[in-house]
T-cell receptor
Framework: KNQVEQSPQSLIILEGKNCTLQCNYTVSPFSNLRWYKQDTGRGPVSLTIMTFSENTKSNGRYTATLDADTKQSSLHITASQLSDSASYICVVSALVTGGGNKLTFGTGTQLKVEL | DSGVTQTPKHLITATGQRVTLRCSPRSGDLSVYWYQQSLDQGLQFLIQYYNGEERAKGNILERFSAQQFPDLHSELNLSSLELGDSALYFC????????????FGPGTRLTVL
């Protein structure tokens, strides 16, 4: 069964500090891995998307890594800001017959950045 | 603003009823995805359409159905509604079927009383 597990479930950090969120998955056949940021009550916003051959990708202060051998990914946030407070969701995509994507979502890490 | 629009924003209805949620993708996007997000669960992928054809299916109940029309807008039909169907329903779109970035709409909040 395809699964995506994220840790920690929630995290509180001080503004300006760095943090790393983890994602472990058992999804096959693997297509790509995405990180999303979701503010409460709003639609998720894509941060990064990585295919099998990519092991790191950055988007501003967000850097995602992927180890396809161990089936692990991390999202590193540098110099956190209050606006980073949100849920961060790891999504792993499996290829399906016909060329579509079947997406498996993690339950997210709830990040709170405080002064 | 992602460019994906969803209507209505809020919907309150009773058990046993049927509702239709509507999604218009970003201009030029051919894929539409539907998701359900309940309070106690993360986002659940329901179904994907690409250029009018069903492309991938997730955990979509038999009481639910969807379609994508020639103008690429999509509708999600929910019937015989139950209390447990209360959730946020998101639509997302992408240019192709794989492995594009998805853009999410603002969601429709469905409350079943």
């Amino acid at each position: 069964k395809n699964q995506v597990e994220q840790s920690p479930q929630s995290l509180i950090i001080l503004e300006g500090k760095n943090c790393t969120l983890q994602c472990n998955y058992t999804v096959s056949p693997f297509s790509n891995l995405r990180w999303y940021k979701q503010d409460t009550g709003r639609g998720p916003v894509s941060l990064t998307i990585m295919t099998f051959s990519e092991n790191t990708k950055s988007n501003g202060r967000y850097t995602a890594t992927l180890d396809a051998d161990t089936k692990q990914s991390s999202l590193h946030i540098t110099a956190s800001q209050l606006s980073d407070s949100a849920s961060y969701i790891c999504v792993v995509s499996a290829l399906v017959t016909g060329g579509g994507n079947k997406l498996t979502f993690g339950t997210g890490t709830q990040l709170k950045v405080e002064l | 603003d992602s460019g994906v629009t969803q209507t209505p924003k809020h919907l309150i209805t009773a058990t046993g009823q049927r509702v239709t949620l509507r999604c218009s993708p970003r201009s030029g996007d051919l894929s539409v995805y539907w998701y359900q997000q309940s309070l106690d669960q993360g986002l659940q992928f329901l179904i994907q359409y690409y250029n009018g054809e069903e492309r991938a299916k997730g955990n979509i109940l038999e009481r639910f159905s969807a379609q994508q029309f020639p103008d690429l807008h999509s509708e999600l039909n929910l019937s015989s509604l139950e209390l447990g169907d209360s959730a946020l329903y998101f639509c997302a779109s992408s240019v192709g079927a794989f492995p594009d970035t998805q853009y999410f709409g603002p969601g429709t909040r469905l409350t079943v009383l």
